[in-house]
């Protein structure tokens, strides 16, 4: 495979000037987080801090509602609520290694944001977080969270003032500040080697998650699932499953409210082939190549692309790419809620809506899906909604 590369996806379409900090990562990959050494201290910090492994649980309850048997990875139970803890950690750690001082780094609903600014109080760092102005506004829980962990918060004024615009900026700041700042990109998608970075990252999710099935069950899942935004909880979730031919694996994208034409979330489904953020991908956009406005009603899915490894397991058909709608996704979120006692992430439970929407074709196997994060963070919208 051509360096940087998955299949045809992926790359570093990015100015010039971004080329020697990307180069310096490449580097360090090899050099600091393949080591030993790197890889204990890591595992240390997600032992005693982030609270790892994470169990898996056993739906016993919506299973016999469903005639399945439903299991949950639970990185809900994670320090700070979500997998995105896994990366930022493991992005700080690196950081120091590589004798920086500052981590910068993009937010859309700010959750990313949150877990940044937590691994850089953490280790010692100073975190600067990009922010588009419509998203400070109305996530200003969290950015008071940050605050409150020692981040200073930008809110970006171009463009729709959202996530993609953030991360534009955040881009062009690291420019300007790459000596002494790494930019801790948040999913597992962007320039090369971020995809890469943030998989590895996350593969932990797998490779706790398959050795505790087999353990249970004597057996491997016949389905693995997870909800799919910039695609890092998903990669993490699938990366070890990828070699067992008789799992499963389904991505689930955002439908929006579902309706025919409607902005959405699901670039795979529904996108075409182009370049943003730095890489080749799968893209909601013009036939002109204008990015469209996407939309979800949990904001951590609301990205009009997504990484460039899901793109080439689509294109491959290795892993199936289905969608769950809004309405959906919110019945999962009161149904998985009453029955088990779980509150789930608005973004997690599109993965368990599209379980329950194929209960009929899943009769009788048993499906593990990763629940990305825990749900509290979402009451206002559920209300909102409901
Ligand atoms: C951010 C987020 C996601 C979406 O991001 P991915 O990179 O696709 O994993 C999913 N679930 C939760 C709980 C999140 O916070």
């Known amino acids: 495979m051509k360096k940087g590369y998955f299949g045809s996806f992926g790359g570093q379409f990015v100015p010039e000037l971004l080329m020697p900090p990307l180069l310096e990562l490449e580097e360090a990959l090899e050099s600091i987080v393949q080591t030993p050494a790197f890889q204990d201290e890591l595992m240390g910090y997600l032992q005693e801090y982030v609270g790892r492994p994470s169990p898996i649980t056993h739906c016993r309850n919506l299973s016999a509602q469903l005639g399945l048997d439903l299991w949950l ?5 994670n320090h700070t609520g979500a997998h995105k803890v896994n990366n930022t950690i493991g992005q700080a750690l690196l950081t120091k290694r590589m004798g920086k001082t500052t981590l910068l780094a993009e937010t859309g609903a700010g959750m990313h944001g949150v877990a940044t600014a937590t691994a850089a109080a953490l280790l010692g760092l100073n975190c600067v977080v990009y922010m588009g102005a419509v998203d400070v506004e109305r996530q200003n829980v969290n950015v008071r969270r940050m605050e409150l962990l020692g981040a200073e918060v930008v809110a970006v004024q171009s463009g729709t003032r959202t996530l993609k615009d953030a991360i534009n900026e955040a881009l062009r700041r690291w420019i300007a500040d790459q000596a002494d700042t790494h930019y801790c990109f948040g999913t597992a998608a962007g320039p090369h080697p971020f995809p890469l ?21 004597g057996v491997l899942p016949d389905v693995v699932s997870a909800c799919v935004g910039g695609g890092s909880n998903a990669i993490g979730m699938f990366h070890h499953f990828v070699p067992d031919e008789s799992v499963q694996l389904v991505g689930v994208e955002a439908a929006g409210t579902g309706e025919p034409g409607c902005y959405n979330s699901a670039p795979l489904n529904l996108g075409t082939d182009g370049v943003l953020h730095g890489m080749k991908t799968k893209l909601l956009q013009t036939g002109e190549g204008q990015i469209l406005p996407s ?3 949990s904001a951590g899915l609301d990205y009009p692309g997504v990484g460039p490894e899901h793109a080439m397991y689509h294109a491959s058909g290795r892993v199936r790419y289905g969608t769950c709608d809004d309405a959906q996704a919110l019945k999962a979120f009161q149904t998985l809620s009453r029955t088990e006692g779980i ?28 629940l990305s994060g825990r749900g509290d963070k979402d009451m206002g919208i559920v209300e909102e909604y409901l």
Do not use: T
């Open 295 to 297: 939309h979800s009603v």
């Open 343 to 370: 509150i789930p992430a608005l973004e997690s439970s599109h993965a368990v809506g599209w379980v329950m929407e194929h209960a009929g074709e899943l009769q009788g196997q048993s499906v593990l899906v990763c």
């Open 197 to 217: 970075l943030v998989r590895d990252f996350q593969a932990v999710i797998s490779h706790e998650a398959r050795k505790q099935f087999l353990e249970k069950n």
């Open 73 to 77: 990875k639970r990185e809900d139970l």
